[in-house]
């Protein structure tokens, strides 16, 4: 029994070490919220199919004057995908990322016809849903755009489903912290290869 109780005394330093080394590592996996930032500028929440979601997002698109980084879910809707293209032939950084698994499962998603016209396109692969549903337009100028909310960009979602979507215009720190998300999921991702 002696010899026993000796035997956890002496694992028990090593044992600690073990916990101690787990509990860092959950710590340093765990952040804390970053804080809130700052309303500023402008927001205007559209709700499909009521209203002309595709519509505004080509707006926003035509009006890009930098850059353009998408965040999809599911991505058929040809309009956009003209709106991006054209953004794209104009000298507009575009790129792209999209959901592997709905790309496989959906014949008509258009990132292949994106990535033939020259946008950079990149997979997620790392998570179930890469469920994103974003846009961010000009993050480095007073005048950057964010769109996001449940609306993918479908024809379904404009004409079939119940969807939101919120624009908010003029808020660089916010479009920073969106650009930042998506060069992080963009690290993550794969190129895509046609």
């Known amino acids: 029994m002696y ?27 765990t952040t804390e919220a970053p804080p809130p930032i700052a309303a500023q500028g ?9 209203d002309n979601i595709e519509a505004e997002i080509i707006e926003v698109v035509d009006g890009a004057r930098q ?15 003209t709106t991006l293209l054209a953004a794209h032939r ?8 999209v959901d592997a698994n709905q790309l496989e499962r959906v014949d008509s998603s258009v990132a ?14 790392k998570y179930q849903n890469a469920h994103n549903k974003v846009m961010v337009v000009d993050a480095a100028s007073p005048k950057a755009v964010v769109i996001t909310g449940s ?17 908010s215009r003029n808020n660089p720190a916010l479009a920073a912290r969106y650009a930042s998300n998506w060069e992080r999921h963009k690290s993550e991702a794969t190129p895509y290869k046609k």
């Not at 999809?72 to 309009?79: V, W």
């Open 3 to 29: 010899r026993a109780i000796g035997l956890v005394l002496a694992l028990a330093p090593a044992l600690a070490l073990n916990i101690l080394s787990l509990a860092s590592a959950v710590a340093a996996t």
């Open 42 to 50: 402008t927001l205007q929440p559209l709700f499909a199919p009521w």
């Open 67 to 81: 850059q353009v980084l998408v965040q999809a879910y599911l991505l058929t809707s040809k309009k956009i995908a």
């Open 90 to 97: 104009r000298g507009v950084d575009v790129k792209v990322l």
């Open 112 to 125: 292949p016809k994106l990535a033939a016209g020259g946008i950079p396109v990149w997979l997620e692969t």
């Open 151 to 167: 609306f993918n960009f479908t024809w379904t979602a404009q004409h079939k489903n119940a969807e939101n979507l919120l624009i």
